[in-house]
């Protein structure tokens, strides 16, 4: 019928439109975005990973642990460390921290090597720099094979490749040990160079060999070996022991210089 000839061509008419409405109101369909590419810090590492947190504990006591900013693993069973941060605890009834910008830890020989700003800190205020050092957790020893800078309050020095036995306390200078004292107003009371120094920070000493000089209140003192006694925290020189070739010239003492195999100064 008429009627419904015209009702079909209606409902193909409005069909076409409402396919040219959709289709015109679909934007063209974007391709998919690709993932960001993961940047690898060295494609040799089987382990990358945001930060780290290692800890050495016996029976019930932490030796020590190591935290980083970020790790690498490699298969040979070393790590590479960045921002290391290393907490010695309760050492002769002090806490060490040592830091670093990187480091380099192996499983195997359970040592780690620092590079870049190696600072170590003890709870009692006593610091010591370097450029590199390592750490070896077998006898708890910090070596460094490079110039070296220590102190505490008003006692500084600097030296050539050292070892700092954290068990004993005890810091050893290798060459070109140079030690300086000051007082409060920041004027300098004692200085000594030597060839070799040892700070024993338990027993409160200052050794020096190697053709010792020292300079304190107007004095010069020279020795092939020398002892300074320190007050316990390490800030003035209470005596000097010289062993070996000992002189000491000028100061206000009664006399103008004495020399003798040995010397003994006891300072009030």
């Given at each position: ?190 200085e000594f160079t030597a060839g070799r120094a040892t700070l024993d920070r338990t027993r409160n000493f200052l050794a020096l060999e190697g053709t010792v000089h020292a300079v304190r209140g107007g004095q010069t003192i ?47």
């Open positions: 019928m008429r009627w419904q000839k015209r009702a079909r061509i209606g409902v193909a008419i409005f069909g076409i439109a409402v396919a040219a409405v959709v289709y015109f109101a679909i934007d063209e369909r974007e391709p998919p975005k690709e993932a960001p590419a993961v940047v690898r810090v060295d494609a040799a590492a089987l382990l990358e990973a945001a930060g780290c947190e290692i800890n050495r504990v016996s029976g019930v006591r932490q030796d020590f642990k190591v935290t980083c900013d970020r790790q690498l693993a490699y298969e040979d069973g070393t790590s590479k460390l960045f921002g290391v941060r290393i907490d010695v605890r309760e050492r002769q009834g002090r806490d060490f921290v040592i830091t670093g910008d990187e480091a380099v830890a192996n499983d195997k020989s359970r040592e780690i090597s620092l590079t870049g700003r190696v600072k170590l800190t003890a709870s009692d205020g006593f610091e010591l720099t370097s450029h590199a050092a390592s750490f070896r957790e077998s006898d708890g020893i910090v070596r460094s094979p490079g110039a070296v800078s220590f102190g505490r309050g008003l006692m500084s020095g600097t030296g050539v490749g050292m070892t700092y036995d954290r068990n004993a306390d005890v810091l050893t200078i290798a060459e070109q040990a140079h030690v300086s004292f000051a007082d409060e107003a920041g004027e300098n009371t004692g020279d020795a092939d070996r020398a002892t300074a006694r320190l007050t316990e925290k390490e800030e003035a020189i209470t005596a000097i022991e010289l062993r070996g070739s000992a002189r000491v010239a000028g100061g206000s003492a009664a006399f103008d210089a004495m020399s003798a195999r040995d010397i003994d100064l006891d300072y009030a």
